[in-house]
C-alpha cells in the first residue's frame, strides 16, 4: 500500500510560480511511476503531468506544456510539480497519484487528498 501526501498550494497572481511536493510511504517508491492530477470546480479531474520508473521520462497535458515540470527525488520519496506562468485557468485542486503512466484516472492506484492551487488574474 502507498501513502501520498501533497504539499505546496496556495493562492498566486497570474505569471507566478509555486512547486508541488507529494510524499510517498509506505510501499517501495522508486518503482512507481508517479503522477499529477487536478480537479476544478464543477469539472472532472483531468491529467496534469506523469513521470516513469523506466527511464524517467515525463509526460504532459498540452495546456502546460512549456510551463510545467514534473521531477523526483528518490531518496526523499517525494514527487514535485513545478508550476511556472501560472494562469487562473490552472486554478484547481492538484492531486498526486501513483502506479500510473496514462492519462486516465483508472491507471493509478493510489492517491493523495489534494492541494489547492489558486492563480488571480
Known amino acids: 500500500q502507498v501513502q501520498l501526501v501533497e504539499s505546496g498550494g496556495g493562492s498566486v497572481q497570474a505569471g507566478g510560480s509555486l512547486r508541488l511536493s507529494c510524499t510517498a510511504s509506505?510501499?517501495?517508491?522508486?518503482?512507481?511511476?508517479m503522477g499529477w492530477f487536478r480537479q476544478a470546480p464543477g469539472n472532472e479531474r483531468e491529467f496534469v503531468a506523469a513521470?516513469?520508473?523506466?527511464?524517467?521520462?515525463?509526460r504532459y497535458t498540452d495546456s502546460v506544456k512549456g510551463r510545467f515540470t514534473i521531477s523526483r527525488d528518490n531518496a526523499k520519496n517525494t514527487v514535485y510539480l513545478e508550476m511556472n506562468s501560472l494562469k487562473p485557468e490552472d486554478t484547481a485542486v492538484y492531486y498526486c497519484?501513483?502506479?500510473?503512466?496514462?492519462?486516465?484516472?483508472?491507471?493509478?492506484?493510489?492517491w493523495g487528498q489534494g492541494t489547492q492551487v489558486t492563480v488571480s488574474s
Open positions: 513521470i516513469s520508473w523506466i527511464d524517467g521520462s515525463t
Open positions: 509506505g510501499r517501495t517508491f522508486s518503482n512507481n511511476n
Open positions: 497519484a501513483a502506479k500510473g503512466w496514462g492519462t486516465s484516472l483508472s491507471d493509478y492506484d493510489y
